[in-house]
């Protein structure tokens, strides 16, 4: 159950779902959660648990995963989208960061509108799935103090990213989601709702894990794929979670795979970039 008093914090929207309340219509089906098979409507709470669980030490973990250069990622993500209010424009653009978890990217949005455009108007929902990893992203916009107005700007969202069913359509100028759709349970149907949630000439833009092609890279990736479980452990006494983090990548569809996905939900003029490798990939698409 969401903890509500972090809804009165100040800077957050009270919009709050409990992690089981937006069933699919795939409920009867099968899915997997890591390597494992589970019923389609049994994962959103799996998930739930594998992000409860990790939170508070997340950050962390990611700076050990990735030996920090998910930042660098990140970094480059935010660069290459290069979203702002420009100057000529009188509306600010609203974005919206699915998944967004400890808040790092909607950061990393508002910080660049500001500085590369001097935009200080355009806003941000953080949406996430999980109450425990959008108090992360809470804490973090609290300390906080180069965002201008953040408490009108910046609203944290309790809301399912296969469904967004409070984001009204045709709203949003920006949707990004990092490291977070391959935890959902039907992507398709995540994909489905960033094509409705953002306005005609708005950017989907994701950054994901994905797979490495070199088969020498991709075996040094492979050990060190499996070594992430014991790291998990020792950090964060938490094997279960890490290993499902690795084998939710493993599961994730290939570059062209995702990319044909990311069309069938409707987006035009869709790419993509290979970032060391293919360990993460930035996927694009504009709704025309
Ligand atoms: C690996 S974290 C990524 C957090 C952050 N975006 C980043 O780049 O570090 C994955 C996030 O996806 C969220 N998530 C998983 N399934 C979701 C869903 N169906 N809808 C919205 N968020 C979901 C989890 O709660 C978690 O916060």
């Known amino acids: 159950m969401p903890n509500r008093s972090l809804f009165k914090a100040g800077i957050v929207s009270p919009s709050l779902r409990r992690f089981n309340s937006n069933k699919t219509e795939d409920t009867d089906k099968f899915t997997h959660f890591g390597y494992k098979t589970v019923k389609a409507d049994e994962k959103e709470k799996l998930v739930g648990g594998v992000f409860s669980s990790v939170a508070t030490s997340y950050d962390l973990m990611n700076d050990v995963m990735s030996l920090g250069i998910h930042r660098l990622w990140k970094q480059h993500f935010i660069a290459k989208l290069d979203a702002g209010k420009r100057l000529h424009s009188a509306e600010p653009l609203h974005f919206i960061d699915v998944a967004g978890g400890s808040g790092d990217i909607a950061q990393g949005l508002l910080e660049h509108a500001k500085e590369k455009f001097g ?107 499996k070594a992430l479980p014991v790291f998990g452990s020792i950090l964060a006494n938490d094997y279960d979670s890490y290993e499902y983090l690795v084998q939710s990548i493993e599961k994730f569809p290939a570059q062209e795979d995702f990319k044909s996905m990311i069309e069938k939900a409707g987006f035009k003029c869709c790419g993509y970039e290979n970032l060391t490798f293919g360990v993460a990939t930035i996927h694009w698409g504009i709704k025309v």
Do not use: H
């Open 119 to 225: 935009d200080e108007v355009s806003t941000v929902d953080v949406v996430d799935i999980n109450a425990d990893m959008l108090n992360e992203g809470v804490k973090r916009f609290k300390s906080l103090d180069n965002i201008k107005n953040k408490e009108e700007r910046v609203r944290f969202l309790v809301q399912n990213g296969e469904t967004l069913e409070d984001i009204p359509s045709n709203s949003k100028d920006v949707y990004t989601v990092s490291f977070g759709i391959r935890n959902f349970t039907n992507i398709q149907k995540g994909l489905d709702t960033a094509y409705r949630v953002l306005k005609p000439g708005g950017i989907f833009f994701c950054l994901e894990f994905s797979k490495v092609e070199n088969p020498i890279i991709s075996m040094g990736y492979q050990q060190w794929s």
